[in-house]
Structure formats: structure tokens, C-alpha cells
């Protein structure tokens, strides 16, 4: 397997936070104290993986204490989480809505991790509440229904795993896609951690929601294409393996054309923002101009960090095995099977 992946161009250039190396530290620090990591190879895996690095390419305006919580996030997402789901857990939908139940409690602020007392639950909940410290309510209110629908992707996935669902085509597939990513509450991040937040009566004007689905649908391309030594072994979700299946192509011929997909989105992105976000800045106040720019700035940033996260991460490097330390950070003993 090709380590390229999908292939496009951006004119956007990478930017990286100048708090990156505090970052790293201040994850690492959390993740030892909050019992996310367990060992030397599991600091270095995290250091390899290059979490804090996709944090600071994400938000590179955010202070040193936001890029220290956007560093934390990024470590608690993937291990203590995410590749959770990809294993075992993963195929007991009632054991996913339980731990899902109790992380949109904590969203909600309807319940504490009590509801579902493990580690990864119980750093969500420390985690949760720095990153929306001093946030408007409409922002919050916004953050909080993104990262529910994250969290109930997840139930969707384990159900669709045990009862053998597929995706037909990729507009359907990309429907969920930016869900399961939390897409859209990473975006949401943006606008407080060293963005401009955007007004609620502009944020869902139809050309900023084509933008933010457009910039999903790119880094879907993109992510999936350099994850298949994964994703080959585990089944998972990927829009590689859909394009092979419904085209009846190659391997080769499925990453061309998620490339030719990937590119033909970000030209129709740059051209969107040349032609109506301009006449929509121009048709404000004054005062909210500059958060609409420093919107596109934001998807900007994520296309152009994911894209350089996925060429440097090793996380994707080979199929992975979950360490037998790990095992008990999702789900307690005594867990519905």
C-alpha cells in the first residue's frame, strides 16, 4: 500500500502554532496523570503519532493554554477512544450507547462521569470542561449538538457492523462521514481557540454550511485513503473500500479516483469562497466581516493540517493492535457483551 493516499492541491499554506512543543508536554503530563497512557511505547506511540502536532496545525492562532487543551483532545480521541470502537467494543452496540449515553450526559451537563465511570469517560469529563470554558451560549449550545452527533455516530457504526450495512454511493456515505469525525465540532473549536466565533444568524447561511461539508468530505478522502492498512484488517468505514465495491476497480483506480473527488471539492471550495462568500462579506456589517473570513480560515487550516498530519503520522503505518494495558479504558468490568 502506497503511502500517498489520495492526492490534491490547496492553495492555503500550512500553519502551525508556535506552542507546540508546550503542547506535546502538556498532553503527555495529562494523559500519564488521567491514565491514558501506560508505559514508554505508549508515550512514544503518542509522540509518533504526532497528536499534538495535528492540534497545533488545527488551531495554530490558539494561546498556549488552548493549544495545551487541543493537544489533550487529540490524545484522548484516538487510543482512549476511537480505536476503542474499532475493535471488539465496536460490535456490542449496547455496550457503545452506554458509553456514549454517558459522554452526551457530560456534554449536556445532564450527568458526571459517574454514569459510566472509566478513564476515558472520566478525562472526557475534565477534558469537556476547559474546552468550553468561557464560550458563548450559542457557540456551546453548537459544540454540544456536534459532539452528540459524534458520539451517537459511533452507536450508528457498531449497529451497522453487526448487521452487515454498507453505504451505497459516497453522497450517502458522506452524510455520516463528518459525523463520526466530528467534523463540524472541530471546526466549532476554531472559533474559540484563536478564532473569530461567527454569529449565530450567519452561521448557517447555506454558502458557510457548503464550505464546512465540502472541507468534511475532503479530509474523509483524504483520512480514509492513508488509513487502509487499518481499515483493510478492521472492515472499517472508508470511502476507498466503497469506491472498489461499487465501481468493481482496483485499489489504484479507487485512489485516483478519490483524488479526482478530493480536488474537484477544493476547487469548488476555492471558487465558492471567490464568488458568494465574498458577496456575503461584503453584504454585513462591518464588524461581523472579519469572523466570516476567519471561518474560511479556519476550514483552510484544517484541510491544509490534516493533509500534512497524514504524511507525517505514523498511526498509519500498519494494521493496529490494541496494547493489553488499554484494554480497560473505555469499558469497565461487568460491561454488556
Known sequence: MTRTGAVFTTPWPLRVNPHLDQARESALAWMRRSGLLDGEQAERDFVDWRLADVAAFFYPNASAEECCTAAQMMGWYFLPFDDQLDGE????????????????????????????????VRAFADLWSRMVRGMSLPLRTRLAYHWTSYFSSQVTEAIDRTTGFAHRDLADYFSLRAATTCAFGQNDLGEKWGGSEVPPELWHHPVLRRMRQLAADVVALRNDSMSLPHEDVTSGLNAIHLIQRSRGCTRQEALAEASR?????????????????????????????????????????????????????????????????????????????
Open 89 to 120: 467494543i465496536g460490535r456490542r452496540p449496547g455496550t457503545v450507547a452506554a458509553v456514549c449515553n454517558a459522554l452526551i450526559g457530560i456534554v449536556h451537563g445532564a450527568s458526571g462521569p459517574e454514569a459510566y465511570d472509566t478513564p476515558t
Open 261 to 337: 473527488h478530493a480536488q474537484e471539492k477544493v476547487d469548488e471550495l476555492v471558487e465558492l469562497e471567490e464568488r458568494a462568500l465574498s458577496r456575503l462579506v461584503r453584504a454585513v456589517e462591518r464588524g461581523q466581516r472579519g469572523a466570516l473570513t476567519g471561518y474560511a480560515d479556519i476550514i483552510h487550516d484544517w484541510i491544509r493540517g490534516d493533509y500534512e498530519w497524514e504524511q507525517i503520522t505514523t498511526r498509519h503505518d500498519q494494521h493496529r493492535v490494541m496494547p493489553d494495558w488499554a484494554s480497560g479504558l473505555l469499558v469497565g468490568a461487568g460491561a454488556e457483551r
